[in-house]
């Protein structure tokens, strides 16, 4: 099991001279096989929140850190952890170092190369990942992890793992688990098939983040905004695909949204509400629905008084 932990997060926008905090000292712990929905009034922080977990160069953190807590299975049976590596501050890392220790921070889409294929971008990504890993966990001579064996990590897919020697997924052994990966999120074959430059739509961007994720089996995915402008159909789609990620990857979801609406069908074990770039109320399942009633005033009202 892994543990993202946000630990007195402060950050502000970078280069600013007038200076506004954003964030001001967040704390969160998301473990793997849990759903967390981060919701909160527009412009409170959580996209920031996001994003700084990310690395997005716009921001400056001051204060505090983003924990990545691992423990031996976390990248399959074989791959050793050594003691001295299971705990790393995300933002000591780049954005692809933070991929490869597993936490999931959102689809890049490079609309710009032409003649790619969905499957080509994602094989890359998912070989970009095994050899970020083999790199964090070489050891001084510039030896690979040892591999030994190790507990079952108790989920139905035990995570992948990867390439057999130093070479990279192989064209044929990706078709094979992308086509696993889409039958388990019920996508169409086709989808991967199609060029990155092709046009998707909206909806099929949010469907092709969930694959990336699917692919990369990360132990945390943070998803922004994954059910902003989604029809009926494809939230449903959308969510059995999250679902899925957690029922059988064991993914740890960390859901941002401003609506209660996909909470519906991604029901959250953990329900936090952000104001003015803090965590101002957790709850579980039904404090969203709470919200849904009375809106995000009464949770302002009722922490400035209780302060
Ligand atoms: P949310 O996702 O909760 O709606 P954001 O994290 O996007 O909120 O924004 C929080 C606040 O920080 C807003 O007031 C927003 O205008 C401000 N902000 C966020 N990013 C930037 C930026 N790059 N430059 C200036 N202000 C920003
Ligand atoms: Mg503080
Ligand atoms: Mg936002």
Do not use: C
């Not at 200076?19 to 922080?45: F, Q, R, T």
């Not at 059988?248 to 936090?272: A, C, K, N, S, W």
């Amino acid at each position: 099991m892994a543990t993202l932990e946000l630990k007195n997060l402060h950050a502000e926008v970078a280069g600013d001279d007038e200076v506004e905090k954003i964030l001001n000292g967040v704390d969160l712990e998301v473990n793997s096989g849990e759903i967390h929905a981060l919701m909160g009034p527009n412009g409170s922080g959580k996209s920031t929140t996001a994003k700084v977990i990310a690395g997005h160069p716009a921001y400056d953190v001051t204060e505090g850190e983003v924990l990545i807590h691992l423990e031996e299975g976390d990248f399959g049976e074989d791959f050793e952890i050594p003691e001295d590596k299971r705990t790393w501050n995300l933002l000591d890392l780049e954005p692809n170092e933070r991929a490869a220790l597993g936490v999931f921070l959102g689809f890049q889409y490079p609309a710009e190369i032409e003649g790619v294929t969905m499957s080509n971008f994602l094989r890359t990504a998912v070989n970009a990942k095994f050899e970020g890993r083999e790199e964090l966990f070489e050891d001084e001579e510039g030896e690979e992890p040892e591999r030994t064996e190790s507990e079952d990590t108790g989920f139905d897919t035990s995570p992948m793992e990867g390439p057999a020697d130093d070479g990279e997924i192989g064209v044929a052994e990706f078709q094979q688990l992308l086509s696993e990966k889409m039958e388990m999120l019920d996508m169409d074959e086709k989808f991967a098939r199609r060029y990155l430059n092709a046009g998707f739509s909206g909806g099929e961007k949010k469907q092709n983040e969930v694959l990336q994720a699917a692919l990369l089996e990360p132990s945390i995915a943070v998803l922004d905004e994954i059910d902003s402008g989604l029809d009926i159909d494809r939230l449903q789609d959308v969510s059995k695909g999250i679902n899925a990620l957690r029922d059988e990857q064991g993914t740890g979801i960390l859901q941002i949204t401003h609506y209660q609406r996909i909470l519906d069908y991604v029901e959250p074990d953990h329900v936090h509400v952000m104001l003015d770039g803090q965590i101002a109320k957790s709850g579980d399942a039904s404090l969203a629905e709470k919200l849904e009633d009375k809106g995000y005033d009464w949770v302002r009202e009722d922490v400035y008084q209780t302060a």
